[in-house]
């Protein structure tokens, strides 16, 4: 349903018209989403700092030699040196990585930085709880948004591309204007451009699922529940590096949505997916 802002108006003069361009399910999953990896990203951090480093394969123990890890030197004289470490190359990461200060102030030895970790303090056990807790709430979720998706025709209407998006020239085009920043207007905002398409079903076709799966392999629950999944994932160790690399692409993906949010309209964007309604501008045809 659409409504023109403007009752009047001259042939060719932009007018705004307000278009219901997210459904009430895809709202709430959407915003229900943003909760729950907010703090699965957190909590995440706050696991992976007993023990911040990362292996291939089944191996993990500490004898074994991690493709990434943090940790911290010390020297004889001086604080602790902070370190990232992927494969044989270090990074000096003091201050965020490795070695960061305490709520005294203090400098220890600690993976990612209190203010990066849920909760603030070391704990894993309340770590882990909450991780848990909204990774079943995430799943939950998930389920519904694809069970309705598939429903009222959204995933396949609003996200699966054309034949005609998918051709080269296509991507191009839209590869282009997102570098110059110029983002659809009129008509064309009405849907999704193709770089948006393929990006929300890497995230909700691969990331997240594999987010689940790799999650569900780390569990020794599980494991006994689903043998497979181990092999699935080359190991439990492989399957605890995959979660992490897709949790980066995750943060990474969520760093550019906003950003496209912000460069797009924030208003609009937003109110878009409170309320549904997305205002646009077309030419009025009224004579």
């Known amino acids: ?85 992927i494969g044989s190359t270090t990074f000096a990461t003091t201050g965020v990585l ?42 939950a979720n998930l389920l519904v948004y694809f069970a309705a998706g598939l429903g009222n025709g959204h995933l396949r209407r609003d996200l699966l591309p054309s034949g005609q998006e998918l051709r080269p020239r296509s991507l191009l ?17 009405r849907r999704y451009n193709p770089l948006q398409k393929l990006a929300y079903l890497a995230v909700i076709g691969v990331l997240l699922p594999v987010m689940v799966l790799t999650g569900l392999t780390m569990s020794p629950g599980m494991d006994a529940i689903l043998p497979w999944l181990v092999d699935l994932f080359g190991g439990r160790q492989s399957a605890r590096t995959i979660h992490f690399i897709a949790a980066f692409l995750i943060v990474l993906f969520v760093v550019v949505h906003v950003a496209m949010v912000f460069l797009a309209g924030p208003i609009n964007e937003l109110r878009s997916m409170i309320t549904g309604r997305f205002r646009i501008s077309v030419e009025d045809q009224h004579e």
């Open 1 to 85: 349903m659409e409504t023109r802002a403007e009752a009047h108006g001259s042939v060719g003069i932009p007018v705004a018209v307000s278009i219901y361009r997210h459904a009430l399910v895809t709202r709430l999953t959407h915003w229900i989403n943003v909760l729950c990896v907010t703090v699965l990203l957190f909590s995440g951090l706050q696991i992976f700092n007993a023990h911040p480093a990362l292996y291939w394969g089944h191996f993990g123990a500490d004898a074994d030699h991690p493709v990434f890890e943090i940790g911290a030197d010390e020297p004889e004289n001086g604080p602790p040196v902070g370190f990232a470490r």
């Open 98 to 139: 490795g070695v960061s200060n305490n709520a005294a102030g203090e400098a220890v030895e600690r993976g990612f930085p209190r203010w990066l970790t849920l909760p603030g303090w070391r704990e894993l056990s309340l770590g882990r709880r909450w991780h848990f807790f909204f990774a079943w709430l995430f799943v």
């Open 173 to 189: 085009r839209d590869i282009a204007g997102h570098i110059k920043l110029k983002f659809p207007r009129g008509e064309e905002a």
